[in-house]
């Protein structure tokens, strides 16, 4: 039996040579994302802490028919010290929703790339090699879909559960420059487990469904994991096989409703899985039908691995949970 | 997403539940240890485990029978059971030893006194008769036989045991004491490299035997031995033992299949919740994955006393290692074993959306070094785990099959996983809390067998395999009140093809009923508690003379029919028309009986009024009968 991928196409994977300004990184970051299904909506002017920033809006749709806007702007002002960021906020279409702004710093230094895996409805944003001014987010595939009725299926089949109109998440910026959350490209889960545990910036992680969005959900990638201990909450550990060899499991994106509430796995992550084992950042493998590249950096729990291209055509529409 | 893509399901599962008293210090009436060695074993072979070898008995057994006063022939009879052979002793009877062959064709000797000795009836006869049954007879005292047995090297039921299980019939006081024990059996999984893809070469031998419940250095009196449980791991590289794990007094739930074997207690008797540390014994071989990557043709472990999420009490092995460690030991160090899933590091569960839990498969690792990875080994057959949690013995059913939370809470991490086992019991149902919806899986490799689900179901409260026939006579072993709220217990009886009677047990003193069928209950039935109770149906000649089919069903109310057993009572025997309430009855004079396939006609007695016999001269026991006008 193999591990059921969530699948969008097209998928792509494109490094950014050093650019030269802010406008020219989100100029790439918007043809790549055009180039891979998302749609061009509109460029617009916005006021952002009394600062105007321009903007470029992008429709991203999941094949299951879930919509949402992407604004990536320039943040002139920035965050804290740092002047210039990308900013990038996810808003729902006819719903109200808005997500928090998370922000990619720029770096004008000739030898920083930036990276980005993409698909029609999400993004893995990096830079090449470093764990700073990470942000990902998209919509993921919904379970429940098929028996709830969801954007495209409207309400058919309800069988008994909440309709799903509406279905994204974000996650913020990653790494030790400026706020830093929980992010795939540093850590999956909460990060209790490290050894050294990184800040967690919570707020900038957010998930949405039904035009409720939740900040404060503790949104992650869910970590599948083994304990060395009984006891306290750092005594998980990463299962590797007897020979060597790491476990796959499914990359799925949760946030809680409330403090008190559980962790409720909302989709499967498309073109996303994750693996056990501990890899370098920016590694590429092949496996299972497509080329993916690891997009967490050395985390001692496990990895998020985003596919690139298909190799085989054997991937397609195998959806998680059918 | 169909069950089969998480679970990997064993050619053979079988499950039983199980009480264990043991004659500790209540002198309890349930499963003495060696019964429970009896129904283990029967559970194990369900599901393919195999025999290897027996394990005799050793040292002996001191019975004291107190006499307190030789009367007559008719009240001086003694049937003695001594593990692997049953005995009838009459000290009166003159007659040469006869052979009586109970329904599963095992001979029971019948011990007279031998030919010319007299006077019958002393204290004397009695420890000679007794001899010719292999036991040593010496007289202690006026009114005391002690009877001693030593193993003679032949494998029987009951665990092989020297015990004494004496049904004194007439004038014996009962049992005052016996002593030694340690008869049991050998039985051995299935390495997994015989059946199918997987390929683990590692299997265990489960010695199933007995001990002797001492306590505060005194040997509980009769019945008193206890089951204990070692598991020896085989195969290479390494083999080691884990011993000497007793069954605490409660009640038990035995889960087996080809490659592992688990015992719980559901219920323990000296009170507190389920987590004292001895409520747990598992072996497990797991499911290995035939991968280079994977590189394991061998791995067990054995968990004793509390399962958790997380290592607790766990030795185990891995191929290239030996590694046996406990929780919490001295050098700081803690191995164990873990099973993988989704982890929120926080109080709350996992689940997906609309809140049902994640199903996923029972993949186990062993912990090697603190804050290093865990090993994964492989899967545990018939077993998934869930992100939700479920209390330990709850219930599930999905897909029709029987599953059984057999997991704790971790207390700790407070997280809420559950580990299902699939149990093999039919027409269960639950409420265990499961989701509807699982992941898309992990690849395994491991074969999926035919599943059993019904067929090597066993249940033992009342347990039917100590139920004995004895001659005239059915004593059901035990009956198991485990709630009060299961009041008032109920037994049916039924001779086939005849009416069915059933009787409450209200009371500790016989009650009649009708059609010649006496209830003798021990023990305080008026307010059942939990605990164990005897009951002892006699059955009288007035329905004619003759052998009888007899079928006692044990029922609970509230649970239905329980277990059942079926054979044929012989009224053959020196004291069947004697036991208290029984009478000869006049109007069978002139019609025949049937004794032990032999017909005899009943006719008046010359030997004085009231006294009848049969024609032709049958047994001793026959003659010159006193009857009831």
Known sequence: ?322 | MPLSDIVNFSPHRAFGTFSTLGGGLSGGLGLNGSEACDFIKTALLGSNWQQIDWVPATGYVQFFLNIPTITSGIYDTFAIWLGYAFYIFNPFATTPPLTYTDPSGRAWPVVGVPAGTTPLGTLENVANAMSIGGFIGTVSGTQTVILTAQSIGVEGTKGNNLQLDVTGIGICNGPASNATSGGGWVLQSTPESDTSAGGNTAYFNLTVATIPNVVDGLVQNNGGDRCTLSAHVVGTPSSQDVTNYTLAEGNWMVISSDYDVYFFTTEPFGGGDLYLGNNTFWCVTPLLVPSSDVGLNFAAFVTLGEFQEGPYDVAFWVAGDYLLGYWGSPDGTHFGLSLNIYRFEGPQPVTIEEGQSVLMPAIVSFTAMAGQPTTLVGYIANAFVDTAYDAPYDIAVPEGITFRAISGVDSYLNTTHTLWLASAESNASGTGNLGVQGNGGFGNGAGNGVIQNSDNTLSATPNPLNLTVVTGQITSGVVTVSTSSQTPISITCSITGGPTFTILMVTNTSVSVAQSVIIQVQGDATSLVPGTYTAVLDIEPDGGLADLAVTVNLYVNGAGTVGSLSGIVSIYGPTVYWISGDHFDVSMIGNPIVIAGQTYIVQASGFGPNVITVSPAGPDALQNVPYNT
């Not at chain 1, 004008?108 to 990470?134: E, H, K, M, N």
């Not at chain 1, 073109?271 to 001692?300: E, H, M, P």
């Open chain 1, 1 to 322: 039996m193999t591990i059921n991928y969530a699948i969008a196409e097209p998928m792509d994977y494109a490094i950014f040579p050093p650019q030269s300004s802010l406008a020219d990184l989100i100029a790439s970051i918007v043809s790549e994302l055009t180039a891979n299904g998302w749609v061009f909506v509109t460029t617009f002017t916005a006021v952002y802490n009394t600062h105007t920033e321009t903007g470029t809006r992008l429709l991203a749709t999941s094949p299951q028919g879930y919509e949402v806007y992407l604004e990536v702007t320039t943040q002139t002002t920035g965050i804290s010290s740092y002047p210039n960021a990308v900013g990038w906020q996810l808003k729902g279409v006819g719903t109200g929703s808005v997500s928090p702004l998370v922000y990619s710093q720029f770096d004008t230094l000739s030898s920083t790339q930036y990276q980005i895996v993409v698909c029609p409805c999400g993004w893995f944003f990096s830079r090449v090699g470093a764990t700073a001014d990470a942000t990902c987010g998209g919509i993921p595939y919904d379970p429940l879909a098929n028996i709830s009725g969801s954007g495209a299926a409207g309400a058919a089949c309800n069988l008994g559960y909440a309709v799903t109109t509406e279905l994204w998440w974000i996650m913020g910026q990653s790494g030790d420059a400026g706020p830093s959350t929980i992010n795939p490209r540093s850590s999956l889960g909460l990060n209790l487990g490290s050894t050294v545990p990184g800040f967690t910036f919570q707020s900038q992680n957010a998930g949405c469904r039904n035009g409720v969005v939740v900040t404060n959900g503790l949104c992650q990638v869910t970590q599948l994991s083994a304990v060395w201990n009984e006891g306290t909450l750092g005594f998980i550990s990463q299962p590797i096989w007897y020979g060597g060899a790491d476990l796959e499991y499914p990359a799925f994106i949760a946030w809680q409703d409330n403090p008190s509430g559980p962790l409720a796995i909302r989709g499967q992550i498309y073109n996303a899985t994750c693996r056990t084992g501990q890899y370098v950042a920016d590694l590429i493998k092949t496996w299972g039908g497509y080329q993916w590249v690891n997009y967490t950096s050395d985390y001692f729990f496990g990895s998020l691995w985003c596919a690139t291209t298909p190799v085989s055509s054997g991937g397609l529409n195998n959806y998680a949970f059918v």
